[in-house]
């Protein structure tokens, strides 16, 4: 959901400096004095300093021609803004529905190789997702849909709730991209490192390359995703500042 917002981004540079600056409800980016504004016309405002002045640092960094591509926290911005402030709770809801089919509880039959690397990664994060959250999810083998108590689903559910718009914009693509509520969870509150959490959603995949060698496209699309996750994480940071 990071890049939903989109931005209007101007064809050329017409600024000297970009520069953060105090605004209700938080902190603004100025450029040349002109305070930002959303693709949707709503103040461009985040809610700390350390989240404006990397989003000032991305307009200041661009050249003649301004690519939006190089500016992920501007664009995450108007989309918290845009998009999750005023739909958070259809956002909320589309994050928290990733509970009832959550990747890491569903374990392939074989080969005993995969079963243990499945195992070995995942357990601990369910075992996390039951003492942190109260959580507990039951594991499958195939891909035959598993019914969850509605216990856990309510308790994971709680803490996609407990976000803030900013936060839920992170959250829904360390979810989104990993396919497991519980890994975007535990990246997003650090009990595990991102790229770790990004190496743990990709067990299978990297498996089966290891089997019958890796596709470039594929191996091209995974690390575009992989760049996005760690963003996402990093976006959290930020906020935490």
Same mark, same amino acid.
């Given at each position: 959901? =990071?890049?939903?917002? $989109?931005?209007?981004?101007?064809?050329?540079?017409?600024?000297?400096?970009?520069?953060?600056?105090?605004?209700?409800?938080?902190?603004?980016?100025?450029?040349?004095?002109?305070?930002?504004?959303?693709?949707? $016309?709503?103040?461009?405002?985040?809610?700390?300093?350390?989240?404006?002045?990397?989003?000032?640092?991305?307009?200041?960094?661009?050249?003649?021609?301004?690519?939006?591509?190089?500016?992920?926290?501007?664009?995450?911005?108007?989309?918290?803004?845009?998009?999750?402030?005023?739909?958070?709770?259809?956002?909320?809801?589309?994050?928290?529905?990733? =509970?009832?089919?959550?990747?890491?509880?569903?374990?392939?039959? $074989?080969?005993? /190789?995969? #079963? !243990?690397?499945?195992?070995?990664?995942?357990?601990?994060?369910?075992?996390? !997702?039951?003492?942190?959250?109260?959580?507990?999810?039951?594991?499958?083998?195939?891909?035959?849909?598993?019914?969850?108590?509605? *216990? *856990?689903?309510?308790?994971?559910? !709680?803490?996609?709730?407990?976000?803030?718009?900013?936060?839920?914009?992170?959250?829904?693509?360390? #979810?989104?991209?990993? =396919? /497991?509520?519980?890994?975007?969870?535990?990246?997003?509150?650090?009990?595990?490192?991102?790229?770790?959490a990004w190496r743990l959603s990709r067990i299978d995949e990297d498996f089966q390359a290891e089997r019958w060698g890796e596709d470039a496209e594929a191996a091209e699309?995974?690390?575009?995703?992989?760049?996005?996750?760690?963003? !996402?994480?990093?976006?959290?940071?930020?906020?935490?500042?």
């Open positions: 959901m =990071g890049g939903a917002g $989109g931005m209007k981004t101007p064809a050329k540079r017409f600024w000297t400096r970009a520069e953060a600056r105090e605004a209700e409800g938080g902190w603004t980016v100025a450029l040349d004095d002109r305070p930002l504004r959303t693709p949707k $016309g709503l103040p461009f405002v985040a809610p700390c300093r350390a989240v404006a002045e990397a989003s000032a640092e991305e307009w200041d960094a661009q050249a003649e021609k301004p690519d939006p591509a190089t500016m992920p926290v501007t664009r995450s911005i108007n989309t918290a803004v845009d998009r999750a402030g005023p739909e958070f709770e259809a956002i909320a809801e589309m994050v928290a529905a990733y =509970g009832r089919s959550d990747l890491l509880c569903y374990r392939a039959p $074989g080969p005993g /190789s995969l #079963v !243990a690397r499945q195992a070995e990664g995942w357990d601990p994060l369910l075992a996390w !997702a039951e003492s942190r959250h109260g959580a507990r999810l039951i594991c499958a083998e195939g891909i035959v849909p598993v019914a969850q108590p509605e *216990a *856990a689903l309510a308790a994971l559910d !709680a803490a996609v709730r407990a976000c803030s718009p900013f936060e839920l914009t992170a959250l829904h693509d360390l #979810v989104a991209l990993s =396919g /497991s509520l519980v890994l975007g969870l535990a990246a997003a509150e650090g009990a595990v490192e991102a790229e770790d699309m995974a690390e575009r995703r992989r760049r996005e996750f760690l963003f !996402a994480k990093r976006f959290l940071t930020l906020l935490s500042r």
